[in-house]
């Protein structure tokens, strides 16, 4: 999937739409999106946030993958 046209509103609009402004220009999917590491964590954080958002119930809706997840959780600290 990659994304047609976002809007951004509220006090620093114009710090999280860069990220959204190149992914259309290159038409990128929003599975690269939720792959960018940023140098320092800002506000452009709540894009991936938002990408992770939409991949969830998608992901989890796996019975294996819960699974695998629960086991995870349990053996790593």
Same mark, same amino acid.
């Given at each position: 999937?990659?994304?047609? $046209?976002?809007?951004?509103?509220? +006090?620093?609009?114009? *710090? ?6 190149? !992914? ?10 939720? $792959?960018?590491?940023?140098?320092? +964590?800002?506000?452009? *954080? ?6 992770? !958002? ?24």
């Amino acid at each position: 999937r990659r994304p047609i $046209g976002v809007t951004i509103v509220g +006090p620093q609009a114009g *710090e999280q739409i860069a990220l959204w402004s190149m !992914a259309m220009a290159n038409r990128m999917k929003l599975s690269a999106m939720s $792959g960018m590491i940023a140098p320092y +964590p800002t506000l452009s *954080e709540l894009s991936k946030r938002a990408i992770g !958002a939409y991949f969830s119930p998608r992901l989890f809706a796996n019975l294996w993958v819960k699974r695998v997840v629960r086991w995870v959780q349990r053996v790593l600290p």
